[in-house]
């Protein structure tokens, strides 16, 4: 074939198109023989729907009980009104105020390791679990239940902390930072 390389590739190509055609064609007869045998069988059996239970309300008969999402006041109903007004006006922290860095620590993990006097003023030196020391004097606070340092002594760092007592309102706890050896 000494002739054009043009009609050489159109023989070629058509060829070539007219097996792959051929090809595709084998692989039907058994896909039929396959149908004709599952539309041979009897249908099978369809389950029936579930039967469900109806839904059945539950009436709520106590209502002389206590209501479930009522808040519960423990305080006794004997107790006098003014003692009740007295402590729900007693100590509340101050949420408005900045915090301060020694406040993002429990209390039991901070740690007194000395105090400094500079122009008669007695700083005290905390350890912080975060590995840095702080210095504080009389004022200022430390703790997660709003601490605030009372005094500032060589073995000592005493403060009131204001803690919930569980019914809504606060009361003063004194508590100490001691130094350790």
Request: hydrophobic share 35%.
């Amino acid at each position: 074939m000494t002739g054009h390389p043009d009609k050489y590739f159109r023989l070629v190509f058509v060829l070539s198109l007219i097996g792959l055609l051929t090809a595709c064609n084998q692989g039907v007869g058994d896909l039929r023989t396959f149908v004709q045998q599952i539309k041979a069988q009897p249908p099978g059996r369809i389950e029936p729907i579930p039967e469900f239970q109806p839904y059945q309300n539950f009436e709520y008969t106590s209502h002389d009980l206590r209501d479930p999402f009522r808040m519960v006041d423990f305080r006794r109903p004997d107790e006098n009104a003014e003692l009740i007004e007295n402590i729900a006006s007693g100590p509340k922290p101050n949420i408005d105020r900045v915090r301060e860095p020694l406040e993002d620590f429990p209390l039991d993990t901070l740690r007194l390791k000395g105090t400094i006097t500079k122009d008669g003023i007695k700083w005290g030196l905390i350890f912080a679990p975060d590995n840095t020391i702080h210095r504080v004097l009389e004022g200022h606070y430390m703790g997660q239940n709003h601490g605030r340092i009372i005094s500032v002594t060589d073995q000592i760092i005493e403060l009131t902390e204001i803690v919930p007592d569980g019914l809504g309102n606060y009361i003063e706890r004194a508590s100490a930072v001691a130094l350790i050896d």
